[in-house]
DNA sequence: GCCCAGGTATAAA
DNA sequence: TTTATACATGGG
């Protein structure tokens, strides 16, 4: 990966493809938006953060040398090739190489655990644009002020604040949920520090002590939350329409970057479903 | 109005 | 063990 300082802040090369608008709007995350001039804002680590792409690379903008190294390296994982990712998957499963050539450009975030957390326990049974919305209230009611808007509230706050006082984010069912990871995450009953490096199947138990934490959430969680790209075993993903599109996926086929083929499988079906914008797949 | 959404808890078979 | 249903809410 190449970067260098500029005016505007940090630009940055990587190695392989990096879509900011696949990236940010595949699913994986729900707190960047896209502003009329096409630049994304968000709030990452507590910090407002503006960017935008230019032909050879994307612009950080107010980025130091320092942000740059303690912030984006791990948080837009620089240090993988995507490129070659995708080769490794359409190589190790030919079956999937449709949906890795649907979309370009993705890079799988390295969000804050408990943010990615409590984000997919409350897109259980949920659409894209209302989760989002959700997680917005969420932040303005109970995140702290930064210089772009309100941070993503701590589970220690969330714990100390009732289901009750929950009521403004119209979460509706998921409420308890989120009181409940919140309680357990807070208390230490749930340790995601730890996860980073656990065996991955000990963290899938461990968060799934939690109530309204299934199968998927954990996965998401670990994938999203954690970094694990090797989460998401196929049994996860596979929706039955899917399972029968891809009958030659296995779980050794696409090893160790599973939790990124999924990413793959997701886009290509919402695309076959005319969800998001592309072309679609000729019968 | 109707269907459904990046699922999960709970009850019933 | 597997299968069915309720769940809160609102986007399309």
Not at 149 to 158: C, N, Q, T, V, Y
Request: with cysteine.
């Amino acid at each position: 990966m190449e970067w260098k300082k500029i005016s505007e802040g940090i630009k940055i090369i990587p190695d392989g493809a990096f879509d900011l608008k696949n990236t940010f709007d595949c699913g994986q995350c729900f707190r960047w938006n896209e502003r009329e001039d096409g630049s994304y804002e968000g709030i990452v680590r507590g910090r407002y953060a503006r960017l935008y792409c230019e032909r050879d690379g994307i612009i950080i903008e107010n980025c130091t040398e320092e942000d740059l190294e303690m912030i984006w390296t791990d948080y837009f994982d620089l240090g993988n090739d995507y490129d070659s990712i995708r080769r490794e998957i359409s190589s190790g499963c030919p079956e999937l190489s449709c949906a890795v050539d649907s979309i370009d450009g993705i890079r799988i975030l390295s969000q804050d655990p408990w943010e990615a957390l409590c984000s997919f326990i409350i897109s259980q049974n949920n659409n894209i644009p209302r989760i989002k919305g959700i997680i917005e209230r969420l932040c303005d009611t109970f995140g702290d002020d930064t210089e772009g808007g309100k941070s993503f509230p701590g589970a220690e706050k969330l714990a100390s604040v009732g289901t009750e006082e929950l009521a403004p984010l119209r979460a509706g069912f998921r409420a308890r949920y989120i009181t409940d990871a919140a309680r357990k995450v807070s208390d230490g009953r749930v340790c995601l520090e730890k996860m980073y490096s656990a065996p991955i199947d000990d963290c899938r138990r461990e968060l799934m002590t939690i109530t309204g934490v299934g199968q998927k959430v954990a996965e998401c969680t670990l994938l999203y939350g954690l970094h694990r790209l090797e989460a998401f075993p196929v049994d996860v993903w596979m929706k039955k329409a899917l399972a029968t599109h891809f009958s030659g996926v296995s779980a050794e086929s696409i090893g160790r970057y599973a939790g990124v083929a999924q990413q793959y499988i997701f886009h290509y079906s919402r695309l076959l479903e005319g969800a998001v914008p592309g072309r679609k797949k000729d019968q």
